[in-house]
């Protein structure tokens, strides 16, 4: 999951396709949060997301994310992912200041 992530923010480095002001500042935001994000492997199909103010459970495999008790959004097919061969770390995206 990780390697498919990273794949999609080094896709999206160097994707030259202009925003809007408004939706560049919400990305921004987004960008901003996610970097304090830590992410645990529970099991197979569990993974446990941690910021400095709260935290939840991703499961893959009832293709659910929750925090707390309470489900925020449906996630894709478990199908959908690729497994890396090799565990790699994962550096929050890149930002222009």
Known sequence: MQQWLC???NVGAISKIDVIEYAEKVIDRRINKSSAFQVYQIDQSRYEVTDQMKNGI???ESHYCMCGNEIVFPMP???EYEE???VM???PPLKDK
């Open 77 to 79: 097919v478990l199908a």
């Open 84 to 86: 890396p061969d090799e």
């Open 89 to 91: 770390v994962v550096l």
């Open 7 to 9: 794949q999609r923010r």
């Open 58 to 60: 991703s499961n893959l």
